[in-house]
């Protein structure tokens, strides 16, 4: 018989972890052992699959609730459901109450685009628990706010959406669900045309010309909180990576991570003859040869 991996054990928490202990310790684990962090470090890159693994099956609570009867047995997952129900998670539960006057407009979640929902959990009361994905831009999830959402069967409900959400999150709609059931919003991050997240570091290229990257420049970049100036210094590489410090996102603790700026050298693809004539001299007085140990 095949030994079950103990994902508890992975993560560093312990069995009867809340939802939040077991986000905290995920986030804090991805960014030591991220293989951005650890380049070529195989131990790392296993380590760090592992993690997602293990967070993956405890951040779900009906893939929880099944693992533990795995792991644990009967009487194990009895005493930690109680009578069959689903676990809160309190810290989603907690951010219903937060005033917010912000609404915002989900494209990929609105009233003319309602989403499919999928049966979780019967209860033994005929209740039943169920589930509907929400598709959200990077900054929307970054900064939360009320949304007014639409679902399959008809129904319009107002959300309170918590700030600094991370993809596979879910939100618990007490009561929202089917015959008084619950309903769970899972949370998927859309696709962001220039920001990457890198466990809690927020990546992104940034392109410079020639003269920026030689003499240095005090240039504008964005940010998930709006442009900042950043300060390119002089001599920069093309594929060099700067640090914007606390300019990530929040890992839950009050904290946040980088911004990672790589950056570019951009040619100009067309250049007009007074350029070009700069150019010929910079040419004929560069002493630079950037191939002299290649022969």
């Known amino acids: 018989m095949q030994q079950v991996r103990n994902h508890y054990a992975i993560l560093g928490v312990p069995q009867n972890a809340t939802s939040e202990e077991v986000k905290k ?9 991220h293989p951005d962090v650890n380049p070529e470090d195989k131990t790392a890159e296993e380590k760090f ?13 009906t893939k929880r609730a099944e ?27 907690n951010s219903y109450y937060r005033q917010d006057s912000d609404f915002w407009k989900f494209k990929n979640f609105s ?30 999830a970054y900064q939360g706010g009320r949304e007014r959402i639409r679902l399959e069967d008809g129904r319009s409900l107002e959300v309170e959406m918590p700030s600094g959400m991370i993809d596979g ?4 709609l007490k009561g929202q669900g ?9 949370i998927s991050l859309a696709t962001h045309p220039y920001f990457t997240l890198q466990g809690m570091d927020i990546f992104c290229r940034i392109p410079v010309t020639p ?20 300060t390119v210094p002089k001599g920069v590489r093309s594929g060099q990576r700067l640090r914007l410090a606390n300019k990530g996102y929040p890992d839950g603790n009050g904290s946040r991570g980088d911004q990672l700026v790589e950056i570019q050298i951009a040619i100009p693809s067309e250049i007009n003859e007074e350029d070009l004539e700069l150019y010929k001299k910079i040419r004929e007085r560069e002493t630079f040869n950037p191939r002299h140990n290649f022969f």
């Open 178 to 186: 089917l015959d008084g059931g619950d309903l769970y919003l899972k």
């Open 67 to 93: 693992y533990d009867l795995q792991l644990f047995g009967k009487e194990k997952r009895r005493s930690s459901l109680g009578r069959g129900t689903i676990p809160r998670n309190d810290n989603v539960r």
């Open 211 to 230: 003269s920026e990257a030689i003499l240095g420049e005090a240039i504008e970049i964005p940010t998930i909180d709006g442009l900042v100036k950043m």
């Open 111 to 140: 009233p003319g685009n309602s989403k499919r929902i999928k049966v979780v959990k019967p209860s033994h009361s005929g209740r039943r628990d169920v589930e509907a994905k929400l598709n959200l831009p990077l900054e929307k």
């Open 25 to 33: 310790s995920f986030r804090k684990l991805a960014r030591q052992y």
């Open 49 to 61: 699959k592992d993690i997602n693994e293990a967070y993956n099956t405890l951040s779900d609570q």
């Open 169 to 172: 999150q879910k939100i618990r």
